[in-house]
């Protein structure tokens, strides 16, 4: 960014699975297989995409609804047993450090807001050695799940932003769907789990078709 360039957003907030993290092909997968091991009629690939972004328990339930309330703990740990056996095939997308690094450098306070749990965040953040990155983070476990607007909210009262000077950048419907109920602006990435044409309703500033056009739109507009 030009050193004559405002900046427009103090705070940048990225979902993690399907945006920063190549992790959606798996977790779809890994859904399927936790639904048939309870019992339940397999979700297809567009039903178990659709659920992430959302807290565990609420997108299993949304994934599998054959599957009866008092299986859900049992859904959930054979969800979590499946990831866990690939979670060492996982990794960033190419581009997120450097893309990082360059807004840290601008000073933009960064910032995550998931649907994982505080373990598994913390979990993953060890694994790619980004424990120090991101200035603060938001859990699915911890606050209210997307879309509510908690996790967004909690944020800027951490950080003391308003909204108009907040970016929220996802891969879902429900991302889009958080950043509208918390009054941010919001970005749009098209290669993780939700399809692009579902975005425009949310009327996000911009949909990025990569990590590099991600980049380049926010080194000429953030």
């Known amino acids: 960014m030009p050193p004559h360039r405002p900046r427009r957003f103090d705070l940048i907030a990225f979902d993690w699975d399907g945006t920063l993290f190549d992790s959606t092909a798996i977790i779809v997968r890994c859904i399927q297989q936790a639904v048939l091991d ?47 056996a690939h979670q060492n095939d996982l990794s960033l997308f190419p581009g997120v450090l450097p893309l990082l690094d360059e807004l840290k450098a601008r000073q933009h306070w960064l910032a995550v807001a998931t649907g994982k749990s505080r373990r598994g965040l913390d979990d993953v953040l060890r694994a790619v050695q980004l424990q120090g990155m991101f200035n603060g983070s938001r859990t699915a476990d911890e606050t209210a799940g997307k879309p509510h607007p908690l996790m967004l909210q909690e944020l800027m009262r951490e950080f003391g932003t308003d909204p108009e000077r907040t970016l929220m950048i996802g891969d879902t419907t429900h991302d889009l769907q958080m950043a509208v109920n918390a009054g941010c602006p919001a970005v749009g990435v098209s290669y993780g789990a939700h399809e692009p044409g579902d975005f425009h309703s949310l009327d996000p500033l911009y949909i990025a078709h990569s990590v590099a056009d991600l980049r380049q739109w926010l080194a000429a507009n953030a």
């Open 38 to 84: 309870v019992g339940g009629a397999k979700p297809s690939d567009k039903a178990a995409a659709y659920v992430i972004g959302m807290g565990l328990m609420q997108a299993l339930a949304h994934a599998a609804p054959d599957v009866p309330p008092e299986r859900y703990p049992q859904l959930g740990e054979r969800y979590r047993h499946h990831y866990l």
